[in-house]
């Protein structure tokens, strides 16, 4: 079946470190990938996307490259925010098949 | 549009009474999903429906659980008769599945404590 594996967390950095989340994904077909991402106290909001390999999601100085080659969609930005620190949820779907989510990596950023 | 509205915010219930969540989709989309979220268990899916239909159940803790779409634009998640390990925070989202593929829009979620 469809799966999704993300680096655990949580992970603490300091105002604009570069941060890399690792997300693997195991998936029949050809999956459309996602992150999301959750703040405190608020749901799950849809923060990039790739639909086919090679493609770049990118939204809010946020990057993730879709590698067919590694099964992979990891989350990159060059420099964090305090205003960053929130949950990150990677996610993967396949045909007409139901959204299927990584587990969640907490990040925290301090001044 | 109003994104995906989700009521009440905030629900404190009493063990044994029975709590409705309410949600309202986008308008156009056709499948619609109900989750819960603790710390211990992460993200759930309960529930999911396409076109009005539950497609799949398998996700609904006991048969204290049910859910209804009775029309494209409403449904609810009941609970009855409700426990404490029934809070957790209920996201209900919506999707147009066989577009595109752009994901799920989820609600603000409903905060259930159950004393």
């Known amino acids: 079946g469809n799966s999704v594996t993300q680096m655990e967390g949580p992970v603490t950095l300091s105002e604009e470190a570069f941060l890399t989340i690792n997300c693997t994904y195991t998936?029949?077909?050809?999956?459309?990938l996602f992150w999301y991402v959750q703040y405190p106290g608020e749901g799950l909001q849809l923060l990039l996307k790739a639909t086919k390999a090679d493609d770049k999601g990118s939204n809010k100085g946020f990057e993730a490259t879709y590698r067919k080659e590694t099964t992979s969609f990891h989350l990159e930005k060059g420099s964090v925010q305090v205003s960053d620190s929130a949950v990150y949820f990677c996610?993967?779907?396949?045909?007409?098949?139901?959204?299927?989510f990584g587990q969640g990596t907490r990040l925290t950023i301090n001044p | 549009d109003a994104g995906v509205i989700q009521s009440p915010r905030h629900e404190v219930t009493e063990m044994g009474q029975e709590v409705t969540l309410r949600c309202k989709p986008i308008s156009g989309h056709n499948s619609l999903f109900w989750y819960r979220q603790t710390m211990m268990r992460g993200l759930e899916l309960l529930i999911y429906?396409?076109?009005?239909?539950?497609?799949?159940d398998s996700g609904m803790p006991e048969d204290r659980f049910s859910a209804k779409m009775p029309n494209a634009s409403f449904s609810t998640l009941k609970i009855q008769p409700s426990e404490p390990r029934d809070s957790a925070v209920y996201f209900c989202?919506?999707?147009?599945?066989?577009?595109?593929?752009?994901?799920?829009?989820f609600g603000s979620g409903t905060r259930l404590t159950v004393v």
């Open positions: 998936a029949t077909g050809y999956p459309s």
């Open positions: 429906f396409n076109n009005n239909v539950p497609i799949d």
């Open positions: 996610a993967l779907i396949s045909g007409a098949q139901k959204l299927v």
């Open positions: 989202a919506s999707s147009l599945v066989g577009g595109n593929n752009y994901g799920y829009t």
